[in-house]
């Protein structure tokens, strides 16, 4: 369990303990422009204890745009929302990166640029629906549409809305950035067999599949530099409708692979989630999984599912990984590092209010101190609902 708490060297950032806080859309950007706002920025800096924070995904344009509210990193009004943000994570001590995001097919006209089709590697509508705004604001759930598969000549175009995203992510003052590439978006939808079935230079044998992430990854460490540029993978995932035939073979080549590039780190989701709650029956081969990608990766490994303080503890003590992330339990606890140091009770998430709305579910989730009546408990007056 204290191996929780040594200190860690990540690229050039020294991180004060081992406990990351995972990335999660929390849907409460200023509307209309999808702008972070000071309500955000104080819900970053009351989780500064963390080792690192990983933003909630961001869309790199309005392409990548999947859910109504989400923040993005494609604007200087989005910069200058995240200016706040950063600038209050570290006033509290805190290291921000944020997380790179384009949906690809899970995304709807509604949230497009002039109502166009969602983009995808392949036209194969996911299965679910849609999370968008009507015209008033009120949030609504339509079914999916069949994407439109992108064609080769784009692939230079995707690039380049990570680069700007990239750029954007620096001039906003974070201290790297997360490729996001998990949980069925459009990097992973590249991936997977089920969602690529293209037959050119992207589709097809595991190398071709996982080229546009690396040409992604190339050209973000290109902005970035050594140590500033996490990846993030889903093997296993099946949100979003995925899956892949062979993941040992295809996670086994993208770790590999991704040793070319002198990352800060690769972030593995191990599948023990699905939708919101943790799933009574784990993929029996992510073990195998777990130990392909560190067999053949060399640099520092997160993983992410499941973890509490004692899993945390063998984790790292057993070299499964080098940091430990943490979703839901760093959502409903501002303070969890102190709560795992002291072995405190956690306070449990409340789902009804992960995404969209204003403070409450948000701000309000109480510290140990504020509950033990030495601090006054947070307050959320002056930020209403978004
Ligand atoms: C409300 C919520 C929002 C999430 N948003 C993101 C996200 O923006 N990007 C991402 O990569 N994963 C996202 N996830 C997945 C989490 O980062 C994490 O992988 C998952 O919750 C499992 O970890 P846990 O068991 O510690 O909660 C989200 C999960 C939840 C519950």
Redesign the pocket.
Same mark, same amino acid.
């Given at each position: 369990m204290t191996a929780l708490f040594t200190l860690f060297q990540l690229g050039p950032l020294t991180l004060k303990n081992r406990i990351i806080m995972?990335?999660?859309? /929390?849907s409460r950007s200023q509307q209309p422009g999808n702008i972070p706002t000071r309500m955000n920025a104080l819900y970053y800096a009351q989780r500064a204890g963390a080792g690192l924070i990983i933003s909630? $995904?961001t869309q790199i344009s309005q392409q990548g745009q999947g859910y109504a509210w989400t923040p993005g990193i494609h604007t200087p009004e989005q910069v200058a929302g995240w200016q706040l943000v950063t600038a209050a994570v570290h006033e509290a001590g805190g290291l921000i990166f944020a997380?790179l995001?384009h949906v690809g097919r899970v995304s709807h006209p509604a949230l497009q640029p002039d109502g166009q089709l969602p983009v995808a590697p392949s036209a194969i509508a996911p299965g679910g629906l849609a999370f968008i705004a009507d015209e008033s604001g009120a949030p609504q759930l339509v079914p999916f549409v069949p994407p439109r598969a992108l064609a080769i000549e784009e692939m230079p175009y995707l690039v380049q809305q990570y680069v700007h995203g990239a750029k954007n992510a620096q001039a906003a003052g974070f201290d790297g950035v997360e490729v996001?590439a $998990?949980?069925g978006y459009l990097l992973d939808q590249f991936l997977n067999s089920s969602t690529n079935q293209r037959e050119d230079a992207y589709g097809g044998p595991v190398e071709n599949r996982a080229r546009l992430l690396l040409e992604v990854v190339e050209a973000v460490c290109g902005v970035w530099g050594a140590g500033r540029v996490g990846v /993030?993978l889903s093997p296993l995932g099946t949100f979003n409708d995925m899956g892949d035939a062979d993941p040992e073979a295809l996670f086994g080549h993208v770790a590999e692979r991704l040793n070319a590039f002198e990352l800060a780190y690769l972030h593995v =989701?191990e599948p =023990?989630?699905a939708g919101?709650a943790?799933t009574e029956t784990p993929d029996p081969r992510a073990g195998a999984v777990l130990k392909r990608i560190r067999e053949n990766y060399r640099g520092t490994l997160i993983v992410?599912?499941?973890?509490d303080a004692a899993k945390a503890g063998a984790a790292l003590g057993g070299g499964r990984a080098d940091l430990i $992330?943490?979703? /839901? $339990?760093f959502?409903a606890n501002p303070d969890l590092p102190e709560r795992l140091r002291v072995g405190a009770a956690l306070n449990l998430p409340d789902p009804n209010t992960?995404?969209g709305g204003g403070p409450q579910g948000y701000l309000d989730y109480p510290t140990l101190a504020q509950q033990r009546g030495e601090q006054p408990m947070p307050d959320c007056g002056g930020f209403e609902p978004a």
């Open positions: 995972a990335p999660l859309t /929390r909630e $995904a997380q995001w996001h $998990a949980n /993030r =989701v =023990v989630i919101n943790t992410c599912g499941g973890y $992330a943490f979703g /839901r $339990a959502l992960f995404y």
